[in-house]
């Protein structure tokens, strides 16, 4: 009786045991999860990224395909100083600015 007694404990934590390293060494490792990160196609070709260069105080933006886009470079207004008219005629410039552009235009901003 009082082997089983001991047995049946020991018993019990050599199978937990025997469970927990199996569970460790069958799943993947960081290092096989790695590699095969490394080994799927990346999507870099999926995605709009550009390059922006600068020569002689001009701005260009060459897209992934050698397109090349324009752009403005726009700065912050501090609105707690306006009054309502310089606010009024700033957000009128914004909308013309809005209105006057291509239907196809595509806007992007990078911040």
Request: charged share 15%.
């Amino acid at each position: 009786m009082t082997v089983l007694i001991l047995a049946v404990p020991l018993g019990l934590l050599a199978v937990g045991a025997l469970a927990v390293y199996l569970s460790v060494r069958v799943r993947p490792t960081s290092g096989r999860l790695l590699e095969a990160r490394r080994d799927q196609q990346p999507l870099v070709h999926e995605l709009p990224y550009w390059q922006f260069l600068e020569v002689e105080g001009l701005a260009l933006a060459i897209n992934v395909d050698l397109t090349y886009s324009t752009f403005l470079r726009l700065t912050g207004v501090d609105a707690d100083c306006l009054d309502g008219a310089a606010l009024g005629h700033l957000s009128e410039g914004l909308h013309t600015l809005l209105q006057n552009l291509t239907p196809s235009t595509t806007l992007q901003f990078l911040h």
